[in-house]
């Protein structure tokens, strides 16, 4: 499962209307994903990859921003 | 504030998460003929086969009943607490979006809040060998969390408060709301509770406690039988309820159907024992409401009674009531409904509350299920059993919460003149 699915998976199991067709453009906030649903899906994240995200990254406004981050720490044959 | 000048306080909404899936009405609606939701529950855990006679929400559908978004990121106590919020602000009359006001608040009640997520947590570190736990831990866990999420969701802005008083928590979310509207703080608060206490270790505590009903596969659902000769305990029960209380004029203005005003509210403490309850603390409670109500122990028509169909409480509850009421004890109608619906622990006032104010309503009583036999030593009130009564006519009614530590709490009802 690609990082884009990744997330897609957890706005679906989370959110009262997800996106049909979710882009690195749309914004975590409008989907529904607030502070404490960002929190809990970097949680699933690092789990999933084995990876600690960094407490003072910049928190991300897309997802593409998040795709970007998480990208960056994940293992590369992840 | 002098007690004349305090405004007066209506009931102009119900609602409730019931084991039998219906709304309030379909729920009355089975008290009244008995129907016991409470089953032989097996524990899904495999660490420690539990059986126990208790009762689940098994048809409550939260991501259905809430959302998905708030399903999502709060315990079960919580989902059901939200739940029973949301039916009986639909009940009052009011919009879920844009009807909230800083002047309504919230008040709610609940003994072991998030003891789902506290035992998962301690689960994943204990059993399955994690280092961390999710980050919605706390949130979840939090003992306010239903209480502010019924906030953030109708947008209510005034007080939003949590009693967690053991069984008696939310007859005292209940009565502290009435208080508040009494004195002008707000004019519509959702006060009430919730409870999720199907947890291993909480079913095992009461379990060594022997307080939990005896019973098995065909005889669970009679096992709890307050008052009965024999009778062995209680059965936990999960689920919320909820009322929406609302100052006299404020409802009138509005158009609200009212159900009835409550009108007394006594607190009281043992101050006695922690976990053995006593007749005199009982009765200061009892008092104290139906003074506050301008009832006089004849004007009372229905009791519904804590009623823990423990060997211990039941008897020390009649003796209170005897104290209360005196030579008109002997006609005085007294169930515990707590043998169909289960010890909702922390939600057992709302969920009792909402019977005795339907019952009002109705003016109709239920009975106490499985009450065959009266024990010799509950013996003196005249205790509703079968399929209760019908037709009867009476214009007010109190609800007994009595909690371990010694807490009492008591609301008064009666009919709007």
Redesign the interface.
């Known amino acids: 499962m690609s990082t884009l699915e990744l997330i897609k998976d957890y706005i679906d199991r989370h959110v009262d209307n997800p996106p049909e067709n979710l882009t690195l453009e749309n914004r975590l906030d409008g989907i529904g994903l607030d502070s404490l649903a960002m929190l809990e899906l970097m949680f699933e994240i690092e789990d999933k990859y084995n990876i600690r995200l960094p407490n003072d990254a910049t928190k991300p406004e897309t997802v593409g921003q998040l795709v970007e981050l998480i990208e960056k720490f994940k293992p590369s044959a992840a | 504030m002098s007690k004349l000048s305090r405004r007066r306080v209506v009931v102009t909404g119900v609602g409730l998460v019931n084991p039998f899936g219906g709304d309030a009405e379909n729920f009355f609606a089975r008290i009244m003929r008995g129907e016991s939701a409470v089953s032989l529950y097996r524990h899904p855990s495999t660490l420690s086969p539990l059986e126990q006679p208790a009762v689940s929400c098994l048809l409550f559908n939260p991501e259905q009943e809430i959302?998905?978004?708030i399903s999502?990121?709060t315990d079960r106590y919580s989902q059901l607490g939200i739940a029973a919020a949301f039916s009986a602000w639909d009940d009052c009359g009011l919009s879920r979006v844009g009807a909230g006001s800083d002047d309504y608040g919230v008040s709610w009640g609940t003994g072991v809040g998030g003891a789902l997520t506290i035992e998962k947590g301690y689960s994943d570190f204990y059993e399955r060998g994690k280092l961390r736990t999710?980050?919605?831990s706390v949130?979840l866990a939090m003992n306010n969390a239903a209480a502010s999420n019924i906030a953030i969701s109708l947008g209510l802005g005034g007080a939003c408060l949590s009693y967690s008083v053991a069984c008696a928590s939310s007859a005292v979310s209940i009565g502290e709301a009435f208080r508040r509207i009494q004195i002008g703080e707000s004019s519509l608060i959702v006060a009430g509770g919730s409870e999720a206490p199907l947890s291993l270790s909480l079913m095992r505590a009461w379990e060594a406690m022997r307080v939990i009903a005896m019973g098995n596969e065909e005889t669970a659902y009679r096992a709890c039988r307050p008052f009965q000769a024999g009778r062995t305990g209680f059965a936990l029960g999960e689920g919320g309820a909820a009322l929406v209380l609302e100052e006299l004029n404020h409802a009138v203005e509005r158009g609200a159907r009212i159900y009835c005003e409550l009108a007394g509210y006594g607190q009281s403490c043992d101050h006695t024992h922690l976990v053995r309850p006593d007749a005199k603390g009982q009765f200061r409670a009892i008092n104290a409401a139906i003074h506050e109500a301008g009832l006089s122990p004849a004007d009372v028509g229905y009791v519904n009674a804590h009623g823990t169909a423990t060997p211990e409480g039941d008897p020390i509850e009649i003796n209170a009531l005897k104290m209360v009421f005196g030579d008109h004890a002997a006609n005085l109608p007294v169930s515990a409904t707590k043998s169909m619906h289960g010890h909702l622990l922390g939600a057992a006032g709302a969920m009792e509350a909402l019977v005795t104010v339907l019952s009002l309503f109705h003016q109709k009583i239920p009975p106490t299920a499985h009450l065959e036999e009266v024990a010799a030593d509950c013996q003196g009130v005249s205790h509703v059993m079968g399929q209760g009564l019908s037709d009867v006519s009476f214009q007010s009614a109190i609800s007994n919460s009595f909690a371990f530590g010694g807490s009492n709490a008591v609301l008064a009802f009666r009919l709007t003149s």
């Open positions: 959302g998905r978004s999502s990121m999710s980050p919605l949130a």
